[in-house]
Nanobody, 118 residues
Framework: QVQLVESGGGLVQAGGSLRLSCAAS????????MGWYRQAPGKQRELVGHITVGGSTNYADSVKGRFTISRDNAKNTVTLQMNSLKPEDTAVYYC????????????WGQGTQVTVSS
């Protein structure tokens, strides 16, 4: 079993920055991808971005150029640096991991609130 624990989040004015961190522990497979999803009130959960062990990243179009995902493989942590935040970025952000192999396993953090005021 894998546990994901997020930290960071909070309230920030539009144009500001926030950093989210997520630490994974437990039975972690070597080949995996870690990243973030978000869910705004009344909306479906959507991908923010992901990063593989090798450092390959993918981002939602809505955050490209503003958000950056990085990871520390030795510490099993992933960080989401959010710059130029907009009110529409307001959501609960969830850390996510999935294993890359014959069988895929998905793991989720408990979520952390990010609120961007206008």
């Amino acid at each position: 079993q894998v546990q994901l624990v997020e930290s960071g989040g909070g309230l920030v004015q539009a144009g500001g920055s926030l950093r989210l961190s997520c630490a994974a522990s437990g039975s972690i497979f070597g080949f995996n991808s870690m990243g973030w999803y978000r869910q705004a009130p009344g909306k479906q959960r959507e991908l923010v971005g992901h990063i593989t062990v090798g450092g390959s990243t993918n981002y939602a179009d809505s955050v490209k150029g503003r958000f950056t995902i990085s990871r520390d493989n030795a510490k099993n942590t992933v960080t989401l640096q959010m710059n130029s935040l907009k009110p529409e970025d307001t959501a609960v952000y969830y850390c996510h991991m999935f294993t890359i192999g014959a069988i895929r396993y998905d793991y989720w953090g408990q979520g952390t609130q990010v609120t961007v005021s206008s």
